[in-house]
């Protein structure tokens, strides 16, 4: 005992305490610093996360908000009989023949007019060449008028038509004077013509409605490519999913956590459940594809198909949110069923179902928002294909070709005009907007019905 | 009639079941002076399930078979020599197809009656002008056999589409009928319904069995017949991936597995140290205040579809990666490359990642935190040397399923790494991999039978066993080594 406390005396002698509890030595310094080190790699690290997140958000609204606006230009266009009824009885056959070439001179020499009577000339410019300056779409809009309003042709009617897609883009700064002079779709000149036409208000950039309604355009007229075909062709699908993922889902959640024996069976269902939310979308794509469009012979780029790939895809994130929802009503309220005499379906159906239902419906949503935003498996059931006419009505409308707001978004970034690469970050922005809807939707619905147990 | 119409049939039977059902046992219990075994609704619902279930399920399995049979049947009756040069026998049966909607759109339009329509024949009438006034466009003129297969065709289709709705109205009455005859004051209405309820529900459940058996049964049908045309060794140990459209091309999945797991590694460089130090420090560090604002941040980063990541690399990443580093460092001048590709991956994994181990590291008791710090460790050692120790199976696990999830994404690398199938080390070339080179040989021309797009479903079912693989993993370790607390 003496050695111990000799040695503990040698150790305490050997050398006397070297500074106050005040003052730090270098092991703990080195600690608190290593500390501190730590401290800062975590707050860098939320700082990185939140900053990719901003970025993301900050470039897409960058490149997309501006295809929210459009530059359109107002012509008076005389619809002269001559070129349009020749026979000049109002025939709509007669006047059906007349393709959009006979349309075109029309809004040429319309234009020419304009800038005739406003004194506008450039020198360099021919009367083609400022033609262009309207899309090529426009003739075709002009005929879909005239077809609708027969009794027009003769008279002068004002059109507020697309400009093309390059004077577009020269006002939201994708073409310069500089780069015009390369480019060869566009020349200086008809740039300087388009900035006369705007300051006598002919041509103005107002808020794009088209965007929302139009059709996809061809390559060549990215300024007439719009989401209508894309927006209602996800609606769709969205029924679909919705009508078929949340009976089953639900049914299949209640005979899992209120019916099932523990038995081989329900040990496969469960697994396999499992695996299918971890499964990769593509291969969702690949199953579509090979079931529902070469055995079973459902047309291509249908949203039917579509609608049923992305509910074997939902239909795991529902029976899992709708198993959280059932679990999390208390045994009490089934017992209490039970003890006034009702059968175990009907605690179920009457009791558990109702009170479970919150959080059903915002598990749905979820899944919801989520498939809506899935582009691989519609990528390989053909809604690569370029639509330009709108599906019909349901039910016969959900098997006639469509595409998708994800989908069309990739088609537009396959295109090489810089112009579609803003249409795709504005169809972004819009396929954005419904997610965060339907997102606030679920947490407002959470937040009112959710009862605390 | 069609089938939407039929199916409303049904519904409206069993909806008019359900009221006369419910009617007749209240009578019954009438008449006879005794009371009802169950409340009355439930021989309605008796009466309703039994006019509906059967009846839909007949009309469903019928829908899916009836093609089948008729397009065997008929695709056996075109003879070899109809079969075109270089053609195929798929391609004609597509042609009879097109032939049976021409007919019909004529029965419409061009008010031919069944008459003249069985009358007309390919050697006397122009089929393909007659055809075309309708709007079907035919590639050349119809030989005999074929037109009097479309024929064949549009006749069994016709009596199968008759003979169907005559069974499933046949079914849904005579089952109704059935049950109808069974309605009786002891009838035991409410558990017979409650059974036939409860098996309708075990169905639901078996859906997504039926799903993976579709899944794995389609990939394993496809691949087998694509490699009953094109070698399985030089599949998988080719390092050659080389598709023509003449054929002749070589099919090596090497070169795309390689850029599949450098994309992966990337990504997991990324997305792990990130996450998991975000885990750490919401959980252990940061204030009220910052996790109710960071949190929220990061979990949306997770709901952001992978197409808008996909474009932000195209348009922002791979450009700015190109003109800041690769080209001022000669590294490279393309701007879809594997670390644009693998960086949007990772920031879209980081969410990921940080909810895992959110989840892990809080599942560490408090006991332990706590006998750390009375020992005189600082947050940090206690972190590094007690908690993620102790949490190191779950966050394998939660690293293994990032993993699978990066191998499994899509539209990232479609959109940010490129086409170019191959074995390189420089992380500013492009680089493909496995689900760029399945869309775009499912998406592009080639035919349906050939290797170039069977080979696909090859991909497919790597990427299907590799997902499979880790997830299995992830769940094997983290049961194995799981501490037990209490």
Known sequence: ?453 | MSVGILILIVLGLALLGYFVGRQRALSKAANEGRKLHSLPSYYGQFLALFTAVPALILLAAWLFVQPMLIESHVSGLIPDSAIPEGGARSLVMSDVRRIADGLDALMEQGGLGEEDLTRMRADLTNIRSRLAEVGIALGSNVPVEVFDAAKTYRSEKNTGSLLMTIAVLGLSLAAGGWAFMRIRPELRARNNSETFVKALLLGSSLVAILTTVGIVGSLLFETFHFFQIYPAKDFFFSTVWNPQFRGGSDLGILPLLWGTFYVSFVALVVAVPIGLMIAIYLSEYAGRALRNLAKPAIEVLAGIPTIVYGLFALITVGPFLRDWIAQPMGLGTSSSSVLTAGLVMGIMLIPFVSSLSDDIINAVPQAMRDGSYGLGATQSETIRQVILPAALPGVVGAILLAASRAIGETMIVVLGAGAAARLGLNPFDAMTTVTVKIVSQLTGDTEFASPETLVAFALGLTLFVFTLGLNVLALYIVRKYREQYE
């Open chain 1, 1 to 453: 005992m003496s050695d111990t406390i000799a040695s503990t005396d040698s150790a305490a002698a050997a050398g006397p305490r070297k500074g106050s509890l005040l003052v730090l030595d270098k092991r703990t310094r080195k600690r608190n610093a290593s500390e501190a080190r730590f401290r800062l790699m975590g707050q860098i690290a939320v700082a990185i996360g939140v900053l990719a997140l901003v970025g993301l958000l900050t470039s897409i609204l960058m490149n997309g908000l501006s295809s929210f606006r459009q530059t359109y230009i107002q012509v008076s266009v005389y619809l002269d009989p001559a070129k349009l009824d020749k026979n000049g009885n109002r025939n709509l056959e007669d006047i059906a023949k007349v393709t959009t070439f006979g349309y075109a001179p029309l809004l040429k020499k319309a234009l020419a007019d304009k800038m005739a009577k406003e004194g506008i000339s450039i020198e360099g410019l021919s009367e083609k060449d400022a033609a262009a300056l309207i899309s090529k779409e426009a003739p075709a809009d002009l005929r879909r008028y005239v077809l609708a309003h027969p009794t027009s042709i003769g008279k002068t009617v004002s059109f507020n038509l697309l400009a093309s897609g390059r004077i577009d883009g020269y006002y939201k700064g994708r073409v310069t004077m500089e780069s015009a002079k390369l480019d060869r779709n566009v020349s200086p000149q008809q740039l300087m013509l388009a900035d006369k036409l705007k300051a006598d208000g002919v041509l103005t950039t107002r808020f794009n409605w088209e965007f929302f309604t139009a059709p996809d355009a061809s390559d060549t007229r990215p300024e007439a490519a719009g989401l209508g075909v894309a927006i209602l062709g996800s609606a769709y699908m969205m029924l679909v999913v919705l009508v078929l993922s949340l009976p089953l889902g639900v049914a299949a959640s209640i005979y899992l956590e209120e019916f099932a024996p523990q038995n081989a069976l329900t040990d496969l269902i469960e697994v396999n459940i499992a695996n299918l939310a971890a499964v990769p979308s593509i291969v969702f794509g690949i199953l579509g594809l090979a079931v529902f469009i070469n055995f079973a012979g459902l047309p291509q780029s249908a949203p039917i198909v579509g609608g049923l790939v992305l509910t074997l895809m939902t239909l795991p994130t529902i029976i899992i949110a709708t198993r959280a929802a059932l679990k999390a009503v208390p045994p009490s309220i089934r017992d209490a069923a039970l003890g006034v005499g009702a059968s175990k379906m009907q605690s179920v159906f009457h009791h558990v179902l109702p009170l479970a239902m919150p959080g059903i419906l915002t598990g749905t949503i979820i899944g919801l928002a989520q498939a809506l935003g899935e582009t691989a498996p519609l990528l390989l059931i053909g809604m690569v294909a370029f639509v330009r006419e709108y599906p019909g009505a349901p039910p016969e409308g959900f098997f006639d070709p469509a595409s998708a707001l994800p989908v069309q978004v990739y088609n537009w970034t396959q295109r090489g005009d810089p112009a579609f690469v803003e249409r795709a970050s504005g169809a972004i922005i819009v396929l954005l907007v419904f997610l965060v809807l339907m997102n606030l939707i679920a947490i407002i619905l959470r937040r009112r019905f959710e009862r605390r147990w």
